[in-house]
């Protein structure tokens, strides 16, 4: 926008500073060329006076410009020059302006004892445009710091409005990856600020529903586990042992898949978590090298000793290396070398890079629900769940060597 609303200032600048200087050169340019005309006219009527007296020839010299006088008898006076038509012309008895060599001629007409003499003063061209180029130079100068300036308050112009919707992008994003808290400071023309009041608003609506969902989540908890309770107690009650024992054991699933519903649940209505992946990843490591150890797999393990904070739970997080870690031991074989790797990404957040030198990895198994004998599994769905969870993305790749390597990019909270 900054952009465009600076092209157009420049485009109309240009256009109206073109409108009103080309005239104003051409009308310096005819001044000058006036001024010359004039003091080349005044110059002839001075020589006028002293045709037919001795003096003739002292006033010739006195003037500063080439002047010839042609006398009625055929005689000239001053710088020599040819009888032209236009003296032939001013021998008549009129005065006029000629176009000469190098510039123009005045031509003024008097009468003296022998008949008429006709004033020749030339004027250089150098004359005739003295001052102009230093004129134009000026008005070009003029114009572009014009078009500058105009330039320049545009810009401002423009920042004044794009700054407020920037911020306003800003908290849409912190918005839309879970960050409820976020709010847009109104600033700018009316409407810029009438956007960030809605989107205030907005924000403020939502946490308004979540609240509403949580509740709703918890007295669902009740309701359920109360004719859970009666289930129990009826199977319970039942005189056949193997009845029983079935029936409970149904029961004892409805509640486990209740639970899941109602934790998910939760997890969902309340937001995005943060946890210090560095400690969580450390954790796992530590529960997986047992494993590695048994196996003789070889684990490189490179982890920042400072805190780490992410956008996803500790729980997710450990799912998420449970998941990695364990693809790496069911489908790669024992013996095969594995490394993990976290790391602090530029712009904030982590980047967990687990990689190993099995047999490969199925980009297929990059579909929910599909499985494979490569080096990496099913786990790869929950992977990038926790990953997207977080606003982040997982990446899958082949390094020259061989085997497989999974990135998991995670963002700052």
């Known amino acids: 926008m900054r952009r465009w609303l600076a092209l157009l200032v420049a485009a109309t600048t240009s256009l109206v500073l ?8 051409l009308l310096i340019r005819a001044v000058a060329e006036n001024g010359a005309m004039s003091r080349a006219t005044a110059a002839a009527e001075s020589v006028a006076l002293a045709v037919g007296t001795p003096d003739l020839a002292l006033a010739v010299e006195q003037v500063s410009r080439p002047v010839t006088v042609f006398l009625p008898d055929g005689r000239t006076v001053g710088a020599p020059a040819p009888r032209t038509d236009a003296v032939r012309l001013a021998a008549t008895g009129r005065s006029v302006t000629a176009v000469a060599s190098g510039g123009r001629e005045v031509l003024a007409s008097t009468q003296s ?3 008429t003499a006709v004033i020749r003063v030339f004027v250089p061209d150098a004359e005739l445009t003295k001052g102009v180029r230093e004129a134009w130079l000026a008005l070009l100068v003029l114009g572009l710091a014009l078009v500058v300036l105009g330039i320049v ?20 994003h912190r918005l839309a990856g879970g960050d409820l808290t976020a709010r847009a400071e109104p600033g700018g023309p009316p409407e810029v600020r009438s956007v960030a009041l ?13 609240l509403a969902e949580r509740e709703s989540v918890a007295d669902l908890s009740h309701r359920l586990r ?3 309770t009666g289930l129990r107690l009826d199977a319970e009650s039942l005189r056949d042992p193997e009845e029983a024992a079935r029936v409970q054991a149904r029961v004892d699933a409805l509640e486990r898949a209740v639970n899941a519903v109602i934790t998910e649940a939760r997890r969902r ?12 990843v450390r954790e796992r490591v530590r529960f997986w090298s047992v494993l590695a150890e048994d196996q003789c797999r070889e684990m490189s393990v490179s982890l920042p000793d400072a805190p780490l904070p992410v956008a996803v739970g500790a729980d997710e997080l450990a799912a998420c290396v449970d998941a990695l870690l364990g693809n790496v031991f069911a489908h790669t074989p024992e013996g095969a070398a594995m490394s993990v790797r976290l790391a602090t990404r530029p712009s904030g957040g982590a980047v967990l890079a687990v990689e190993d030198s099995g047999p490969g990895f199925d980009p297929a198994l990059l579909e929910r629900g599909t499985s494979g ?3 990496t599994g099913l786990g790869l769905d929950i992977a990038r769940r926790t990953a997207e969870a977080s606003g982040g993305a997982l990446t899958v790749s082949t390094p020259a060597e061989g ?10 909270p």
């Open 18 to 25: 073109i409108a009103l200087l080309v005239p104003m050169a």
């Open 113 to 115: 004892p022998g008949g």
């Open 153 to 172: 308050l545009a810009d401002r112009l423009a920042l004044a409005v794009t700054r407020p919707v920037d911020g306003l992008a800003r908290v849409s």
């Open 403 to 412: 085997g497989a390597r999974v990135e998991v990019v995670l963002t700052a």
């Open 269 to 280: 209505s309340a937001g995005r978590d943060s946890c210090d992946a560095a400690t969580v």
């Open 373 to 375: 004998g490569g080096s």
């Open 226 to 228: 109360t004719p859970l």
């Open 198 to 210: 809605a989107l205030n608003h907005l924000a403020g609506r939502m946490d308004e529903l979540l």
